[in-house]
């Protein structure tokens, strides 16, 4: 089943990352001019999900974890030359990483290995 992801994600009053960063980090992270800042804002914010819709079943089957996320991964991957590992290692613990996916809450699930 087809289900586009949210473009506006609740904030976690105790997992949100900004909350929990120093001034100078967090001048950082909230710099617009960033690179995490400006893939999020320039390709995960622009990726249509809806040319997947007809990949997905539209009655019965698990919703589908977000398009945007999983095609920046990919982008991510061959943009730093990872490994499969190293990607998913990166979208766990790397800050900007996950702030450049949409992560901004610690427990903001990302998708899994075998999804990937």
């Not at 089943?1 to 105790?14: G, I, R, V, Y």
């Not at 920046?72 to 766990?92: P, Y």
Request: net charge neutral.
């Amino acid at each position: 089943m087809f289900k586009k992801s949210n473009k506006e994600p609740q904030l976690d009053a105790f997992a949100n990352v900004p909350m929990m960063l120093e001034s100078m980090a967090l001048k950082q992270y909230n710099n617009r001019d960033h690179w995490h800042n400006q893939f999020h804002n320039q390709v995960i914010m622009r990726i249509d999900e809806t040319i997947f819709k007809s990949l997905y079943h539209n009655t019965t089957g698990a919703p589908n974890s977000s398009i945007r996320i999983l095609v920046g991964m990919m982008i991510l991957k061959e943009a730093f030359v990872w490994s499969d590992s190293q990607l998913f290692e990166n979208c766990r613990f790397n800050l900007l990483v996950r702030s450049a996916l949409g992560l901004f809450n610690m427990n903001d699930p990302l998708l899994l290995e075998l999804t990937y």
